[in-house]
């Protein structure tokens, strides 16, 4: 089973900054997708940005942006020019591109964006 | 206006009385999910369908039925709820498994 790794649980950003917050996961595939999901406090869940893995070029979502490194199945999201809205629980997500269509989500970042 | 819809939003029940958490997409998906969510832990699958009458268990199937006979419905059913299924629920439905997810609401289940 693959599992996805986010290290830090909590964080927290000036306003206008730049903020990153990492992803791991491990699998033993070659094909698959990744995403980043943010959940505010209204507690809905919004699709901030979506990698495949046969792509090399990384995903850019306006002020959001990956880090992919397929070798160290790293996945790590920037946020430029943080806001206040931005602020959320940010959770990374597997899911195989052949076989187990099973998604696995990290256990999640807490964002805090400072003004 | 495409969505996923989740009832109820809230339910606060006891031990060992069957309950059912309705969900329906009114986007012609083929994948749909259940996950919970629980603090510190992050949202875990439950069970998925890629289609009608083709469900599989997640990671936390224990104590949960589902199941798809129409195309739009995935219901969430539990048998008889303990107090260790108090959660955050979220239904949610994309249109093939690699595609993003479009979440419901969410439901608020608390089993005394």
């Known amino acids: 089973a693959q599992t996805v790794t986010q290290s830090q649980p909590e964080m927290s950003v000036q306003e206008a900054e730049t903020v990153t917050l990492s992803c791991t996961y491990d699998?033993?595939?070659?094909?698959?997708?990744l995403f980043w999901y943010k959940q505010p406090p209204s507690r809905q869940m919004i699709l901030v940005i979506r990698?495949?893995?046969?792509?090399?070029q990384n995903a850019t979502e306006n002020r959001f942006s990956v880090n992919f490194q397929k070798a160290a199945k790293s996945f790590s999201l920037k946020i430029s020019d943080s806001q206040l809205g931005d602020t959320a629980m940010y959770f990374c997500?597997?899911?195989?591109?052949?076989?187990?269509?099973?998604?696995?989500f990290g256990k999640g970042t807490k964002l805090s964006v400072i003004p | 206006e495409a969505q996923v819809t989740q009832n109820p939003r809230y339910l606060i029940t006891v031990t060992g009385k069957k309950l059912t958490v309705t969900c329906s997409q009114n986007?012609?998906?083929?994948?749909m999910s259940w996950y919970r969510q629980d603090p510190g832990l992050g949202l875990r699958q439950i069970y998925y369908?890629?289609?009608?009458?083709?469900?599989d268990k997640g990671d936390v199937p224990e104590g949960y039925k589902v199941s798809r006979k129409e195309k739009r419905n995935f219901p969430l059913i539990l048998e008889s709820p303990s107090p260790n299924q108090t959660s955050l629920y979220f239904c949610?439905?994309?249109?093939?498994?690699?595609?993003?997810?479009?979440f419901g609401d969410g439901t608020r289940l608390s089993i005394l």
């Open positions: 949610a439905s994309s249109l093939i498994s690699n595609q993003p997810q479009h």
């Open positions: 699998t033993s595939e070659n094909n698959y997708y």
């Open positions: 990698q495949e893995a046969y792509k090399q």
């Open positions: 997500a597997f899911v195989s591109g052949a076989g187990s269509y099973q998604l696995t």
């Open positions: 986007m012609n998906h083929e994948y």
């Open positions: 369908s890629m289609n009608v009458e083709v469900t």
